[in-house]
């Protein structure tokens, strides 16, 4: 097979073929149901341009090509479930008459041809694998020597071998302390990374991928300045450092390439839309609870002398200080009676919790118990303060005293609740409650925002561990 017919072959059972077949799905959905005019081109022309822009935004040029590795299909009807909403939005935007039988008839079978499609692609791709592993004459698309023998260069070469849709071959290792007759996997070390010139002139290598150990990055200077004159591709595996917690992105400042290491799920999207949600959700919530704050405040005044609101300084996203706002539930002259009652604290840590606190008044218990005094937080909420769910926030000089992991509270945005208020609430000990926040953290999803939100309602409602 000609490398111009594998290459035409590839673009039809991957990128190519998959906006071809969503247009004729959407064609086919349409004229089913009855649905024509001049519109139809309209959107036709519409979600075309939709696929592109998704394909442009989102799927970042790789090495070797991305557009050669094939995807799981939960993965692809995400991406076939996004493109569908955008489209949709841009229907409604412009005013088409799209039907609800017709949007539910194209995700369907747009997701079932896509999937399929995907199939195709990947039987495709292996059967060209096997075809260059048995003859000769058969090259792959692309081949790349590999700079390293450590666990890095090592994990390249069996991405490189057990990938066989990647259709490259890998020639061989260089690396600057192996010598002699040294193999992985049946690839063999072909030399000194000082020979590079003389190795790139002899091969036809695409690319050369540096995965070497940190201590031997200063060496690599030459290598890159030698494969930058003779025109062939570097790719640098960045991850230099061993990581236990935090996640690797590929991003640039201000123009200048850059590796950023985040402790944190790197979800830009759902981020965005927690962001969305906590704004539009602290603003519904002031508006129900409107009657029931103003009925607090009234009630706070005339119980006992002092303000209705209760200011005090926080610890928000990273350490940085903010004013945290609750209904009055004690005396005014509370924080001053705290140092008589230090030997009372029941909670282990720097956090200090008195069950029957004497220092609240007769409303705040009632304010406390069912977490009414909590309300005013959705205004540190409106302005990005805090989120609707999240770590609570902690006072200054508690966060002093935090061990290092502890600290790693403060990598989000506080919240009005979260799941320690919500599994036991202020009934564990300061280090579970510490692990449930960086549970949270490390589990972070919509959905499970969604389910803390829902479990906090119940858990307010019958007042459970309040105090």
Same mark, same amino acid.
């Given at each position: 097979?000609?490398?111009?017919?594998?290459?035409?072959?590839?673009?039809?059972?991957?990128?190519?073929? %998959? &906006?071809?077949? #969503?247009?004729? !799905?959407? $064609?086919?959905?349409?004229?089913? =149901?009855? +649905?024509? *005019?001049?519109?139809?081109?309209?959107?036709?022309?519409?979600?075309?341009?939709?696929?592109?822009?998704?394909?442009?935004?989102?799927?970042?040029? %790789? &090495?070797?090509? #991305?557009?050669? !590795?094939? $995807?799981?299909?939960?993965?692809? =009807?995400? +991406?076939? *479930?996004?493109?569908?909403?955008?489209?949709?939005?841009?229907?409604?935007?412009?005013?088409?008459?799209?039907?609800?039988?017709?949007?539910?008839?194209?995700?369907?079978?747009?997701?079932? !041809?896509?999937?399929?499609?995907?199939?195709?692609?990947?039987?495709?791709?292996?059967?060209?694998?096997?075809?260059?592993?048995?003859?000769?004459?058969?090259?792959?698309?692309?081949?790349?020597?590999?700079?390293?023998?450590?666990?890095?260069?090592?994990?390249?070469?069996?991405?490189?071998?057990?990938?066989?849709?990647?259709?490259?071959?890998?020639?061989?290792?260089?690396?600057?302390?192996?010598?002699?007759?040294?193999?992985?996997?049946?690839?063999?070390?072909?030399?000194?990374?000082?020979?590079?010139?003389?190795?790139?002139?002899?091969?036809?290598?695409?690319?050369?991928?540096?995965?070497?150990?940190?201590?031997?990055?200063?060496?690599?200077?030459?290598?890159?300045?030698?494969?930058?004159?003779?025109?062939?591709?570097?790719?640098?595996?960045?991850?230099?450092?061993?990581?236990?917690?935090?996640?690797?992105?590929?991003?640039?400042?201000?123009?200048?390439?850059?590796?950023?290491?985040?402790?944190?799920?790197?979800?830009?999207?759902?981020?965005?839309?927690?962001?969305?949600?906590?704004?539009?959700?602290?603003?519904?919530?002031?508006?129900?609870?409107?009657?029931?704050?103003?009925?607090?405040?009234?009630?706070?005044?005339?119980?006992?002398?002092?303000?209705?609101?209760?200011?005090?300084?926080?610890?928000?996203?990273?350490?940085?200080?903010?004013?945290?706002?609750?209904?009055?539930?004690?005396?005014?002259?509370?924080?001053?009676?705290?140092?008589?009652?230090?030997?009372?604290?029941?909670?282990?840590?720097?956090?200090?919790?008195?069950?029957?606190?004497?220092?609240?008044?007769?409303?705040?218990?009632?304010?406390?118990?069912?977490?009414?005094?909590?309300?005013?937080?959705?205004?540190?909420?409106?302005?990005?303060?805090?989120?609707?769910?999240?770590?609570?926030?902690?006072?200054?000089?508690?966060?002093?005293?935090?061990?290092?992991?502890?600290?790693?509270?403060?990598?989000?945005?506080?919240?009005?609740?979260?799941?320690?208020?919500?599994?036991?609430?202020?009934?564990?000990?300061?280090?579970?409650?510490?692990?449930?926040?960086?549970?949270?953290?490390?589990?972070?999803?919509?959905?499970?925002?969604?389910?803390?939100?829902?479990?906090?309602?119940?858990?307010?409602?019958?007042?459970?561990?309040?105090?």
């Amino acid at each position: 097979m000609s490398n111009q017919l594998k290459r035409l072959l590839l673009f039809f059972c991957g990128a190519g073929g %998959a &906006l071809i077949a #969503s247009l004729a !799905v959407l $064609w086919g959905s349409l004229t089913a =149901l009855g +649905q024509s *005019g001049y519109f139809v081109y309209e959107m036709l022309i519409s979600l075309a341009a939709v696929r592109l822009a998704y394909r442009l935004f989102h799927l970042p040029a %790789a &090495l070797p090509r #991305s557009d050669l !590795v094939h $995807w799981k299909a939960s993965r692809i =009807l995400l +991406q076939e *479930g996004l493109i569908s909403l955008f489209f949709l939005a841009a229907c409604f935007m412009v005013g088409w008459p799209l039907g609800r039988a017709a949007i539910v008839l194209f995700a369907f079978a747009n997701g079932a !041809v896509q999937v399929g499609l995907s199939c195709l692609h990947r039987w495709f791709c292996r059967s060209l694998a096997a075809a260059r592993k048995s003859s000769d004459t058969c090259k792959a698309d692309s081949q790349v020597i590999v700079v390293g023998t450590g666990k890095r260069a090592r994990e390249v070469a069996d991405l490189m071998v057990d990938t066989p849709e990647l259709d490259t071959m890998l020639v061989g290792f260089l690396d600057y302390h192996r010598t002699g007759l040294w193999r992985y996997r049946d690839i063999p070390l072909i030399g000194h990374p000082d020979e590079i010139r003389k190795i790139l002139t002899a091969c036809h290598v695409d690319s050369v991928i540096v995965a070497v150990e940190p201590n031997d990055l200063p060496s690599t200077c030459e290598l890159f300045s030698i494969c930058e004159k003779m025109g062939v591709t570097v790719c640098l595996m960045p991850d230099i450092y061993e990581r236990q917690l935090t996640s690797a992105q590929a991003t640039n400042l201000n123009g200048f390439p850059a590796v950023v290491y985040k402790s944190i799920p790197h979800a830009p999207v759902g981020r965005s839309v927690k962001d969305i949600v906590d704004k539009v959700g602290a603003l519904v919530g002031i508006i129900l609870t409107l009657p029931l704050s103003i009925a607090t405040a009234l009630v706070i005044k005339f119980d006992s002398r002092g303000p209705v609101l209760f200011k005090q300084t926080r610890s928000g996203l990273n350490g940085k200080l903010f004013d945290f706002y609750k209904f009055r539930t004690m005396r005014c002259d509370a924080d001053g009676e705290k140092e008589n009652l230090l030997d009372q604290n029941e909670m282990s840590g720097p956090v200090f919790k008195i069950q029957n606190d004497p220092r609240v008044t007769r409303v705040g218990r009632i304010l406390r118990k069912f977490s009414i005094d909590e309300l005013p937080q959705f205004v540190n909420v409106i302005r990005g303060d805090m989120s609707l769910v999240g770590p609570r926030p902690p006072l200054p000089e508690e966060v002093a005293r935090y061990e290092p992991w502890q600290r790693r509270k403060l990598a989000v945005k506080p919240g009005v609740t979260c799941i320690w208020q919500v599994d036991g609430r202020n009934n564990i000990d300061f280090d579970d409650w510490m692990r449930l926040d960086l549970k949270y953290i490390d589990n972070w999803s919509l959905w499970l925002d969604t389910k803390i939100l829902a479990k906090t309602i119940p858990a307010v409602v019958k007042g459970d561990g309040a105090s």
